[in-house]
């Protein structure tokens, strides 16, 4: 009878450690997780499983183990909701592969990918000529994204730069847009402090988007 009652108490919080987990993630499927919350996972879960079926292990002394490894978990994911800088760190940032049409050779090697594995992905996405994209960007979770020539030529491939009050200073430099046509842009839509914005975005006709955190 002790037996039964210790396992179900293992059981139990174990459960409940599973549950706190999957509340961290939230809604999010399994593509859009990043690495850390996905090997956090994999980790707890072992971590639990081992305290429910092996009996020999310290009950109170593991759960504290994974009590600790849960709260760093939520630190993380608190701060990266905060930080832009640590949500690159954990995310990963998207890589063009696919510039006005040109397969950036140098980018394809630094993510080991060849051309192969880039047609595939096209593919996937009903593309089977590299003539018909005008981008096609790596995202972080590995999917690819296409944005195909338009029957009449864009200015700009839709693109942000700034989100959650910081400028993302490299797709500036890559659509060849000053800091100071951003400020001035701004201050023309009476938008004083740029932390304020939550998300902006040059559209293809090369105006810009604006959404403020208010």
Known sequence: ?????????????GF??????????????L??????????????????SDIILHRDIKFWVSMFGVALWVGFAICVELISLKSVRVRELLDGQPII???????L???????????????????????????????????????LSVFKKQAKPQKY???????DGRVIAKNLKELNITEKWLNDTLEDLNIKNKSSVLYAEIQEDGRLHVQTKD
């Open 105 to 143: 050779y140098n980018a394809l090697k630094k993510e080991r990918m060849n051309i192969d594995d880039l047609t595939m992905m096209l593919r996937t996405n009903n593309i089977f000529s590299v003539l018909e994209v005008d981008y096609a960007i790596l995202e972080a979770n590995g999917d």
């Open 1 to 13: 009878m002790t037996n039964m009652l210790e396992i179900s108490t293992r059981v139990l919080i």
């Open 157 to 163: 491939m839709p693109t942000t730069i700034i989100t």
């Open 31 to 48: 593509g859009q997780l990043n690495i850390f919350t996905y090997i956090s996972g994999i980790v707890i879960g072992s971590m639990v």
């Open 16 to 29: 409940l450690i599973l549950l706190i987990l999957v509340r961290i993630i939230g809604n999010k499927q």
């Open 97 to 103: 592969l696919i510039k006005k049409g040109k397969i």
